[in-house]
């Protein structure tokens, strides 16, 4: 699917949420769409605010805020918790189903996809009767990079020593 088509998909779906649910279709909301739709990371509310600002966007942090919470309920942005108090954003039309592992250091998150996974998820639908409709798996370690930093960090301890 092309990222044209996917956009204006997009775009009528959230229209038809707004319509149906008597909210504006405001100008700055579907700016705020289309910005997070042409992201492919995780973000948080205040990075998506900042990134707009700078494009010169004229949109308030509660806009923002507000709107990715409709975007949320009309399944179009999947909203995380990956252990912090911060919430994470990303995209969620039209894209695989995928797994994180994040970074407790320093919060990097990786997107996996593992088809064992959906094996395991079917298996235990099956088990256990049950109609397993979505899943959410979330790994918590620390990255390469923070190790190596802190391997270099304890080798400069003891040799300060």
């Given at each position: 699917?092309?990222?044209?088509h996917n956009s204006e998909l997009v775009r009528k779906i959230f229209e038809a949420y707004l319509?149906?649910?008597?909210?504006?279709?405001?100008?700055?909301r579907f700016a705020i769409l289309e910005e997070i739709y042409s992201r492919d990371d995780h973000f948080d509310v205040e990075t998506l605010y900042i990134?707009?600002?700078?494009?010169?966007?004229?949109?308030?942090r509660a806009t923002v805020y507000n709107t990715l919470e409709l975007?949320?309920?009309?399944?179009?942005?999947t909203k995380h918790q990956f252990g912090k108090n911060m919430a994470q954003f990303e995209k969620?039309?039209?894209?695989?189903?995928?797994?994180?592992?994040?970074?407790?250091?320093?919060?990097?998150?990786?997107?996996?996809c593992d088809p064992r996974v959906h094996q395991?998820?079917?298996?235990?639908?099956?088990?256990?009767k049950f109609e397993i409709k979505h899943h959410s798996l979330n790994l918590y370690g620390v990255c390469f990079d923070c190790s190596a930093k802190a391997a270099m960090n304890n080798a400069n301890i003891k040799h300060a020593s």
């Open positions: 699917m092309s990222t044209n319509e149906n649910k008597n909210l504006r279709k405001t100008p700055e990134h707009m600002k700078n494009q010169k966007y004229r949109v308030s975007l949320v309920s009309c399944d179009l942005v969620s039309y039209g894209y695989h189903q995928h797994d994180h592992i994040i970074c407790i250091d320093c919060g990097k998150v990786v997107e996996f395991i998820q079917s298996m235990v639908g099956d088990l256990l």
